[in-house]
């Protein structure tokens, strides 16, 4: 039997195979088929076109209205009515509207629907965010997510992969989103093209599940299959009593096949941005120069947890917006908007002059609640700055953390923490 990954084992037990390797087609059985008020209606319509009339099990379908929710428009409206239908139709146990709603990719972990081990596809690129619990999890096509409702499985090419050794502890300040950012800047945007990107490594402990969230939601970036941390303690701690599923582990063989392993000193990470327009534009502050902006967003699946919203608040604290700067927060779930409530931290935020949005993804793919005019500039702890993103084809995104994007909304141009820590305005 050949040495394998942690994603080659997951997935070996999930094709039910002894093992597999790299560049192997495989037919996995999936935990979890998820799909949002976007792409969703496509899946309906493919899964109708196709005759299918059941889904394999209702409780391993989620579909979660966030992308235009609250609904923008008529369109959007009837595409939510068309989710809601389709739901109510197959009595879908995970069905997410206004009320009960969150950023997808925040809310099946924090709630406990996907968890340690499982295979999860989702008809959004950014389902590679539960890797960060040991899972298989990738985006698929909304043809792909029909097949899956209906079947419980779906095809694979078993990727190959590449190995991230972590060590060291993060600088004050420095969070996940640094890290990432980092790494893309460093292999590219199609640094992992179709390859597994795993975490490892004595660093790993010193990375909180927020952390690892967020490295493994940009994992697409860096245009991988998906991204997977190692289980250890953190991750258990997480899961448990939110799932009441037999977590399934697995590790890497230590002799297992990586195309290339990189040393990652958590310690030597700097405040890092992603300019305008690749994720792969990754500058330190001393590349940043004067970057006037005019808008911030705090939030999506990316960065919209309740420790990128305590960080923004922390730094928030006492200050104002800087004159003629907008900046919106999303908390990405109702249960983390609670939480901001009880702390505290909504009233700081609007004390500061921040606008504090209901959960939805809104601004990040230029749906609502913050699209950007002609040349505007905007610091987003989102995941993508592509050419007209957040708005108008002249504006510009600017990646960040949750630390650097409050602090720029304070400082009114691109500023670390430590810019305006001090500061009383």
Not at 228 to 247: H, Q, W
Request: aromatic fraction near 8%; hydrophobic fraction near 40%.
């Amino acid at each position: 039997m050949s040495a394998m990954t942690m994603t080659q084992k997951l997935l070996a037990y999930a094709a039910g195979k002894d093992s597999v390797k790299a560049g192997e087609l495989i037919m996995a059985k999936l935990d979890m088929v998820l799909g949002n008020d976007i792409t969703t209606p496509v899946a309906i319509n493919a899964f109708k076109s196709a005759k299918f009339n059941k889904v394999f099990d209702k409780s391993k379908v989620s579909l979660v209205m966030d992308h235009f929710a609250p609904n923008k428009d008529i369109k959007a409206a009837t595409q939510s009515q068309q989710c809601r239908h389709f739901a109510q139709e197959f009595d879908i146990k995970h069905y997410y509207d206004v009320g009960n709603m969150g950023v997808e990719h925040a809310l099946l972990p924090e709630q406990g629907i996907v968890t340690i081990g499982d295979v999860v596809i989702g008809a959004d690129s950014h389902t590679c965010t539960y890797g960060a619990l040991g899972a298989f999890s990738t985006g698929v096509g909304s043809t792909d997510m029909a097949v899956g409702m209906a079947s419980g499985k779906a095809w694979f090419k078993v990727p190959s992969a590449l190995k991230f050794n972590l060590s060291g502890k993060l600088k004050p300040y420095v969070s996940g989103k640094d890290v990432i950012l980092r790494i893309i800047g460093l292999i590219g945007v199609d640094g992992a093209l179709y390859k597994s990107m795993e975490f490892s490594g004595s660093g790993l402990k010193n990375l909180s599940i927020d952390d690892r969230l967020c490295i493994a939601n940009m994992a697409i970036e860096a245009g991988a299959k998906n991204g997977i941390f190692e289980v250890d303690d953190v991750t258990i701690a997480y899961a448990k009593g939110r799932s009441n599923r037999e977590f399934r582990i697995f590790s890497a063989d230590e002799n297992a096949e990586y195309e290339r392993v990189f040393d990652i000193d958590l310690g030597a990470i700097e405040h890092t941005v992603a300019f305008p327009h690749l994720p792969e534009n990754a500058r330190t502050k001393e590349q940043w120069g004067e970057i006037k902006i005019d808008q911030v967003v705090i939030g999506s699946c990316t960065n919209g947890r309740f420790s990128d919203m305590e960080a923004a608040a922390k730094i928030l604290a006492g200050k104002k917006i800087a004159k003629n700067t907008r900046c919106i927060v999303i908390p990405a779930t109702q249960n983390i908007y609670l939480e901001c409530i009880a702390k505290g931290h909504l009233k700081t935020f609007i004390e500061a002059g921040c606008v504090v949005s209901t959960p939805t993804c809104g601004p990040c793919l230029g749906g609502h609640m913050g699209i950007l005019a002609a040349g505007e500039k905007c610091v987003s702890t989102t995941n993508r700055n592509f050419v007209g993103r957040m708005g108008h084809t002249t504006s510009e995104v600017y990646l960040a953390s949750p630390e650097v994007a409050a602090a720029s909304a304070i400082a009114g141009i691109l500023a670390a923490p430590e810019d305006v820590m001090g500061v009383r305005n």
